[in-house]
């Protein structure tokens, strides 16, 4: 995806594909700075395996709290993203 399409995804919840669509994020966009994204909350990480969705944290169970802080201090290509959409969260 293009910087400026991902920027009007800044702040909210969204669910992002990424690698041809076999790596979903969800979570909330930070910042989208010279090409790069970065995620202030990591929700989930789901690796699509034969047309399903694998939760990452269920398979790492307590050691996902580690990968979430090392996922948001990293900083994503924008090119890697395939596509974006808002989640909506009920209350």
Known sequence: MKQDD???FIGVP???AIM?????LKGI???VNNEFAKFSEIEELYVLV???R?????MLSGS??????LLKNLQFPCSIFDGCRKLIRSA
């Open 6 to 8: 991902l920027m009007q």
């Open 14 to 16: 969204i669910e992002v």
């Open 20 to 24: 041809d669509s076999s790596i979903v």
């Open 29 to 31: 966009l930070e910042a």
């Open 50 to 52: 034969h047309g399903r």
């Open 54 to 58: 694998l939760s990452i944290k269920l």
């Open 64 to 69: 996902f709290i580690d990968l979430e802080a």
